[in-house]
């Protein structure tokens, strides 16, 4: 009987006091892919729903003079604002820029979905990949043209820029990846 030596991969790893990376099987891989796939469709749905009732309901009443709906004593309010730039409108005028990220981003995540094994990061991915994909719809289909148009911003909260539906899936989910880095969880589901 012999015995099988160590190979190279997990003689560094154990060396370095970290497990060997894990290579998730094809029904966890399956799984949070349909996870990403989900958050994604989820966020794009949601976000793009609540900015048609935005854009039906709430800028009739700020063009009439009406204002903002007010809640929770004005710490809430409901606004229709046409934002050409990024968030908090940095950069505005500079659309098609932004429309070529959110495009190389979604295109990032996609590449990178193939090595997931942590439902957690394709939760994060998944919610990040619909939040952009919810502004570039914005991009490309609001006037004055494709990748040029303006995104639709609505919440506003006091001293701080007025968002959306989509930009809070991104900033959710950066936290959530930064949770997640710190934690030392790998897009594979295993430790660093």
Known sequence: MTESSPSAD???ASDAGQQPPAT???RQRRRCLTALALVALGAVVLDQLVKYW??????PRIESGEGPIVLLGGLLKFTYVENT????????GYTWIFSIVAVVVAAFILRTSRRLGSIAWAVALGGLLGGLLGNLIDRVTRPPGPGLGYVVDFIQLPNFAVFNVADMFITCSAALMVLLALRGIDLNGGRS
Request: hydrophobic share 45%; glycine share 10%; proline share 10%.
């Open 24 to 26: 998730p099987d094809p």
């Open 10 to 12: 997990s003689v560094e």
């Open 85 to 92: 730039g990024a968030a908090f409108s940095i950069g505005v």
């Open 54 to 59: 935005v854009v039906t309901s709430i800028r």
